[in-house]
Nanobody
Framework: VQLEESGGGSVQAGTSLRLSCKWS????????MRWFRQAPGKEREGVAS???????IYRESVKGRFTISQDNAKNTLYLQMDNLKPEDTAMYYC???????????????WGQGTQVTVSS
């Protein structure tokens, strides 16, 4: 299983970025993915995910600004980030598993991350 993120960059506050994460797995056609981030000196935190029935779930600080979506035909997860703030600066990771287990998408596999830097 391989996950590869892309789309990060250095932007001004108030602008947008769209992150992508492609899932490659030759052994399973089903999977789940979610977004995490880690800022310098801070713990990794969940940013956005889908519930098993497909409803998006966001951490409070990004609600109304970030949108998670998925293109199953392309095995790709997206994170549209609008109205970016300096506090969104972090390494963003996608992570996932071969499916939902126990009602959650456990971060069994990880991408290498893509850096997002937002300046004021």
């Amino acid at each position: 299983v391989q996950l590869e993120e892309s789309g990060g960059g250095s932007v001004q506050a108030g602008t947008s970025l769209r992150l992508s994460c492609k899932w490659s797995d030759s052994t399973s056609s089903t999977h789940c993915m979610r977004w995490f981030r880690q800022a310098p000196g801070k713990e990794r935190e969940g940013v956005a995910s889908f519930s098993p029935d497909g409803n998006p779930i966001y951490r409070e600080s990004v609600k109304g600004r970030f949108t998670i979506s998925q293109d199953n035909a392309k095995n790709t997860l997206y994170l549209q980030m609008d109205n970016l703030k300096p506090e969104d600066t972090a390494m963003y990771y996608c992570a996932g598993d071969s499916g939902y287990h126990g009602g959650s998408c456990k971060p069994r596999y990880w991408g290498q991350g893509t850096q997002v830097t937002v300046s004021s």
